[in-house]
């Protein structure tokens, strides 16, 4: 396992620098004290490029432009690679880093890949390089009030996990370069592309594995009124999500992005056979009680993170996110990735079968999705 010492400077390439990548760049400013630099960046989108160079120019960060990942990676300058390019480019991408006869560790935004087929030959071609460590941006774990919610559970303050109710009530997507994520092609859908959070948080908190899914959803509000290359958006805009886990526990996805007038974006609620607790962000609240202690036993915290440096579009949790992930790549192979490829690729299976439930009117099961997408 190729590793850096902690007096060394660990450094980065960030692989797409659109809204997500200069999120990382700013999060990895904030860790400079940690011994981190950012010495290239590769997006073939030039203002993207020129935004990314003026933001690190403002770090005194100097850097090295390519346009292509296979460039920086050829360029032998970085450690550790950064992926957050569009969904549909991940796949190409990993494969070309996992191949590279230089070892590079590498932190890849959510989803893994589009397709489960994809999600299988990365997790595949990543098990022969045990010279490098791969972890996926599911970073929902680390936002305070849900990195508390789990810290409760996993204490068996609620028992053994029944229910898992996640509800994101928000704003549409964004619109980002080209207008990729407009299309279920580019993104693998919503509940692959957004959702895949909260599949990853269910399985977290069930402590278990998939095993079916059902889902409703539809295209209600939002872009129907835009047209790009003559194609009209096809991407869903709300939809509740059932899953059902091999221990007995179920798991209900609630999505809306239409919901902008919320007080919460996410609410989450994890109940057990001898109590619940709840999350709230942005509130960044925790409530949990117990039935013996009933309504009045009902304890409210408030959920911070001291280490946190910088708040960001994800409320620290990008952050933290990177805390654990240089503590991996500088453990010297002894500490593995704390969201690893198996985490990446389920959370992309049980959105794979959501949608496919979706279209198909019926419980999907996983076991088909993997099967069926076995590449």
């Known amino acids: 396992m190729a590793s850096v010492a902690n ?12 809204m997500m ?5 700013i999060n990895l400013y904030h860790l400079r004290s940690q011994n981190v630099g950012v010495v290239a960046i590769a997006d073939p989108h030039v203002p993207s490029q020129q935004l990314a160079v003026e933001l690190a120019r403002s770090f005194g960060w100097p850097l090295e432009v390519f346009s292509g990942h296979q460039e920086l990676l050829d360029s032998g300058l970085c450690d550790v690679v950064v992926v957050s390019s569009p969904n549909m480019t991940h796949y190409r991408i990993l494969m070309d880093i996992i191949n590279h006869p230089k070892p590079h560790h590498v932190l890849v935004e959510k989803p893994l890949c589009t397709t489960v087929a994809d999600c299988k030959k990365v997790v595949d071609a990543a098990r022969r390089r045990t010279d ?29 996990v029944k229910m898992v109710a996640i509800r994101e009530h928000r704003f549409p997507f964004l619109v980002k370069v080209d207008n990729w994520n407009r299309f279920n092609a580019n ?21 278990a594995n998939p095993v079916r899914v059902m889902a409703s959803g539809a295209i209600d509000v939002n872009h129907k009124d835009e047209v790009y290359d003559g194609k009209v958006p096809d991407i869903i805009d709300d939809a509740y999500v059932i899953v059902e886990f091999d221990n007995g526990s179920r798991g209900m996805l609630d999505l809306c992005m239409f919901a ?3 007080k919460n974006e996410q609410e989450i609620s994890v109940v057990g056979d001898i ?12 409530r949990f009680g117990t039935r013996a202690a009933g309504r009045d036993g009902v304890q409210t915290l408030k959920a911070e993170d001291r280490r946190v440096k910088y708040d960001g579009l994800h409320h620290g949790s990008s952050y933290l996110e ?10 010297k192979g002894e500490k593995a990735p704390a969201v690893d490829l198996q985490d990446g ?7 794979v079968a959501a949608q496919l439930s979706i279209e198909k009117g019926q419980f999907v099961t996983i076991q088909e999705v993997m099967d069926e997408y076995h590449g």
């Open 132 to 160: 490098m460590l791969v972890q996926v941006g599911l970073e929902y774990r680390y936002m305070p009030p849900v990195a508390k919610l789990i810290e409760i559970v996993k204490g068996g303050a609620v028992g053994q």
């Open 275 to 286: 109590g619940k607790g709840e999350a709230f962000v942005p509130e960044s609240i925790v």
């Open 345 to 351: 690729l389920v959370s992309v299976a049980i959105g």
């Open 322 to 331: 990177h805390l654990t992930f240089l503590s991996a790549v500088r453990a």
């Open 187 to 207: 993104t693998g859908g919503t509940l692959v592309e957004k959702c895949c959070h909260f599949f990853d948080l269910m399985k977290l908190f069930a402590g």
């Open 21 to 25: 990548g200069r999120e990382h760049l």
């Open 7 to 18: 007096d060394v400077t660990v450094k980065y390439g960030i692989v797409g620098v659109g």
């Open 260 to 262: 902008e007038g919320s």
